[in-house]
């Protein structure tokens, strides 16, 4: 039976189940060996990580072909300006080419999310903004090399949605198995 693992991948947590470097990873959180990971998520990104026994369904979450939709929700250094979430909105110029338009509106901080531990730097004098970001690619660090490029560095990425599955109440390191 096919099915589908959401996990909520901890920060300082690599998205592969072998040893690298003295790293954590996926390892010691899943320990279902048929799982195979659908897409990437950084190592200093926390959130939605999908895992699947379906080569056909991971191909359809992972292919560009497919675009499917990776809501995340990120702290930047600043407060944003109207102008940074409009050209996020029509696409950034990154080194390899410009990204696909995306959707990009402010938001309060999330209640949802859990303590960071490490917590992100506190400094008094820079104020810092959250801002919902949906992209249809994946490029390696793609949100956050897209808010520097506007003027505003990433501080904290959560990726909430991926496709129609949702994070949810999930804590990191928790998952929900789902049969498809």
Do not use: C
């Not at 999908?50 to 992972?62: A, H, K, V, Y």
């Amino acid at each position: 039976m096919s099915k589908i693992v959401l996990l909520n991948k901890p920060f300082r947590v690599l998205s592969q189940f072998r040893e690298h470097e003295n790293k954590i990873t996926l390892a010691k959180y899943v320990q279902d060996k048929s799982l195979r990971v659908a897409g990437r998520l950084d190592y200093d990104s926390e959130g939605l990580l999908l895992l699947s026994n379906d080569g056909q369904l991971i191909q359809e979450i992972t292919h560009p072909n497919f675009k499917q939709p990776k809501t995340y929700q990120v702290q930047v250094e600043g407060e944003i300006s109207d102008d940074a979430l409009e050209q996020l909105r029509k696409g950034v110029q990154l080194k390899d080419g410009l990204t696909r338009p995306s959707q990009a509106q402010r938001i309060d901080e999330p209640e949802q999310l859990w303590p960071r531990d490490p917590p992100v730097r506190f400094r008094a004098n820079i104020p810092t903004n959250w801002i919902e970001l949906t992209i249809t690619e994946g490029r390696n660090r793609q949100v956050r090399r897209m808010t520097a490029a506007v003027g505003f560095p990433t501080l904290r990425l959560v990726r909430w949605s991926v496709g129609d599955w949702i994070l949810g109440k999930l804590q990191p390191g928790e998952q929900r198995s789902l049969d498809i």
